[in-house]
């Protein structure tokens, strides 16, 4: 490889009838299939990776271990999560916008939050927008080494943070995209001259058989 490849991968699908982070951080029974499935397909390709890193949260390491790569991986909170809940929390406060209570709700209420969040309304429950985002692309340029491969295992909102400072567009820009990263997708980045470029986005060939197509899902 002339260029650092990174494989960012979405955590397998949490608990989605959670109504705050605690509850939320931690695999379904479909999530620890999807991130078995996910390993099961890097191995038939022979995917190497030279180094693993993940954030914190539960439902990161829980990923991790669904893979299953004999590898030490690095933990590095800078990947973890927005504070999605608290900020809905903030929201309903400040807005008198109601929670979401199902996917189709979330998928409405998902730009509000972030919107909010981007115009600097929501930082009294968790860091700012920009200190987010700036965290995120500074993990990944970090952690990455001239021709190697680094498999990063995080979440949707670091993904979209990094792909909006790719392409220098604002979360509301993009907000209709953002929603629909599907738990266990691989996101492919390259690094040059310390910069990030996209390569590609949501792709799940481990999803894609006609029996595991229930298994796409985005909350």
Known sequence: MEHTE????????ANSKARNEEDYDQLSDL??????????????INMEFCKIVS?????????????????????DDRLN???????????????????PTGPSDFEFHFPKVMSAWEEGRLDHVHMTYREFQTGAVESLIGH???????????SGGIIDVVICHILKRKMSDLV??????????IHRFSVQNETLKLQSYNST???????????????
Not at 55 to 75: A, F, N, W
Not at 81 to 99: C, H, I
Not at 207 to 219: I, K, N, Q
């Open 6 to 13: 990174l494989i960012v991968v979405r955590h397998g699908q």
């Open 31 to 44: 999530g620890h299939k999807q991130a078995r499935w996910l390993g099961d397909y890097f191995s038939s």
């Open 55 to 75: 954030g914190s949260l539960k439902r990161h390491k829980g990923t991790v271990s669904g893979i299953g790569i004999d590898k030490q991986c690095h933990t």
């Open 81 to 99: 999560e927005l504070r999605y809940f608290d900020m809905a929390e903030e929201l309903l406060d400040l807005d008198g916008v109601p929670l």
């Open 144 to 154: 990455a080494k001239n021709n190697e491969r680094v498999l990063f295992i995080s």
């Open 176 to 185: 209709p995209l953002m929603p629909h990263a599907i738990n266990s997708s």
């Open 205 to 219: 060939p481990h999803l894609d058989r006609p029996e595991r197509r229930y298994a796409r899902t985005v909350v």
